[in-house]
């Protein structure tokens, strides 16, 4: 476990290094208020210009990019808002927060058996954990710059960011014009609070950490309602399917394309 672990940190390590000149172009900013603190990085759309208004895009990262660097965020996700090409067909604000190390974005409890298989209860209401009250207090201190565009505000995630996705829809279900999940899930009886938001779903069916199953019930149980999602699954992918659907050439169009 530590070998594998020293390999992930190494490999983590390699990639952040390879994309840190490009990751600059993503500004450092902090939400702090009160109690409520929060690093996040913060692209702005290429000829940016204040009088205008632009869609801003929340994405949120799995456990692994958790801590305070305001860098590990970056890693999945970072580098598509990037491309020459999206910048000038999509330009947009793109935000990616970072949940410190000793919180979750969800309010989901997560255990862990004797031979490490892990269980998780997704909770149906309670008090948002301190990473998504401080999330909660960021995203409305944003969307309240004259900049901004009410209309097309989009927000998703990754694994534990998907978690958190799901709950940010059920908690700010007006809020949001699409949004999308890559390998969370959440308790199918919150669906119907943010069945109005369209959502496009992805998981590998090799996940060994988030089980497949979670998405799809979310999936079928929008689909008995008549509310628009799309549901993609990736038969040989293992838990990193954000690498599968962030290259789906129709994602950012598919995003893009809805407005409230």
Same mark, same amino acid.
């Given at each position: 476990?530590?070998?594998?672990?020293?390999?992930?940190?190494?490999?983590?390590?390699?990639?952040?290094?390879?994309?840190?000149?490009?990751?600059?172009?993503?500004?450092?900013?902090?939400?702090?208020?009160?109690?409520?603190?929060?690093?996040?990085?913060?692209?702005?759309?290429?000829?940016?210009?204040? &009088?205008?208004?632009?869609?801003?895009?929340?994405?949120?990262?799995?456990?692994?990019?958790?801590?305070?660097?305001?860098?590990?965020?970056?890693?999945?996700?970072?580098?598509?808002?990037?491309?020459?090409?999206?910048?000038?067909?999509?330009?947009? #604000?793109?935000?990616? !927060?970072?949940?410190?190390?000793?919180?979750?974005?969800?309010?989901? &409890?997560?255990? &862990?058996?004797?031979?490490?298989?892990?269980?998780?209860?997704?909770?149906?209401?309670?008090?948002?954990?301190?990473?998504?009250?401080?999330?909660?207090?960021?995203?409305?201190?944003?969307?309240?710059?004259?900049?901004?565009?009410?209309?097309?505000?989009?927000?998703?995630?990754?694994?534990?960011?998907?978690?958190?996705?799901?709950?940010?829809?059920?908690?700010?279900?007006?809020?949001?014009?699409?949004?999308?999940?890559?390998?969370?899930?959440?308790?199918?009886?919150?669906?119907?609070?943010?069945?109005?938001?369209?959502?496009?779903?992805?998981?590998?069916?090799?996940?060994? #950490?988030? !089980? !497949?199953?979670?998405?799809?019930?979310?999936?079928?149980?929008?689909?008995? #309602?008549?509310?628009?999602?799309?549901?993609?699954?990736?038969?040989?992918?293992?838990?990193?399917?954000?690498?599968?659907?962030?290259?789906? !050439?129709?994602?950012?169009?598919?995003?893009?394309?809805?407005?409230?």
């Amino acid at each position: 476990m530590k070998l594998f672990r020293g390999i992930f940190l190494l490999l983590l390590l390699s990639a952040l290094t390879a994309h840190a000149q490009d990751f600059k172009k993503y500004d450092k900013g902090s939400y702090i208020n009160g109690e409520d603190s929060i690093f996040y990085r913060i692209l702005f759309p290429e000829h940016f210009n204040p &009088q205008q208004k632009y869609p801003v895009v929340f994405v949120l990262h799995g456990a692994g990019e958790r801590g305070k660097d305001n860098e590990k965020q970056l890693l999945h996700g970072g580098p598509l808002f990037l491309k020459p090409e999206n910048r000038k067909q999509f330009p947009a #604000i793109v935000i990616f !927060p970072q949940c410190p190390a000793e919180s979750f974005w969800a309010n989901v &409890q997560i255990k &862990q058996d004797s031979t490490g298989k892990r269980g998780f209860s997704f909770l149906t209401g309670g008090k948002p954990t301190k990473a998504m009250h401080a999330l909660l207090g960021m995203i409305d201190n944003i969307l309240d710059k004259p900049y901004i565009d009410k209309h097309q505000v989009y927000v998703g995630g990754l694994s534990m960011g998907a978690m958190g996705t799901y709950e940010l829809l059920r908690r700010k279900p007006k809020t949001f014009a699409a949004s999308f999940a890559i390998c969370g899930g959440d308790n199918i009886t919150n669906v119907n609070k943010y069945k109005k938001v369209p959502l496009w779903i992805f998981h590998g069916g090799k996940d060994a #950490i988030v !089980p !497949p199953a979670f998405s799809k019930e979310i999936a079928d149980q929008l689909k008995i #309602i008549g509310k628009e999602v799309k549901y993609t699954f990736y038969p040989e992918a293992d838990h990193n399917s954000w690498d599968s659907a962030f290259a789906e !050439p129709q994602f950012l169009s598919w995003l893009f394309v809805h407005k409230k």
